[in-house]
């Protein structure tokens, strides 16, 4: 199968962090599954490393967050496509979740058909629009 995930979860896998739940660590570990993650995911990431609001330990500075996502972690990066686009323009602006990186992360799930995989609670809202997916519920 073939998931996104979230900020979130990339930062908790990175950390090894007990905030995944089981079922998502499962998925993170079997090799059967590809796991993508957003670009506005890795540019969010970035920032948060360079303003040292995160510190991701594998990574020596912001630079090495992409290598170490495709390389080390052996990941995808899906980037923001036209199509993508078009299904954020279909999507309700709802009144309590009006994030912009958020909306476009699920615009490209919705269209690529993948799972998305996130701790974030307002995601279920979209699932009326095509969204596979997977809460980390911890």
Do not use: W
């Not at 510190?55 to 980037?79: M, P, R, T, W």
């Not at 476009?104 to 998305?116: D, G, S």
């Amino acid at each position: 199968m073939r998931y996104f995930i979230d900020s979130n979860i990339l930062v908790f896998y990175m950390a090894d962090d007990d905030q995944l739940s089981a079922e998502v660590r499962d998925i993170l570990k079997d090799y059967g599954n590809r796991i993508f993650v957003p670009s506005k995911c890795v540019e969010e990431l970035i920032y948060l490393q360079q303003a040292r609001k995160i510190k991701i330990e594998q990574c020596k500075s912001a630079k090495d967050l992409v290598g170490f996502i495709l390389n080390d972690l052996n990941f995808g990066i899906k980037y923001v496509a036209e199509e993508h686009l078009r299904t954020l323009a279909e999507l309700p602006l709802f009144p309590d979740h009006k994030d912009p990186t958020d909306r476009i992360i699920v615009a490209q799930a919705i269209t690529e058909k993948i799972a998305l995989i996130s701790s974030d609670r307002k995601f279920p809202l979209y699932v009326q629009y095509g969204l596979k997916f997977v809460f980390n519920k911890r």
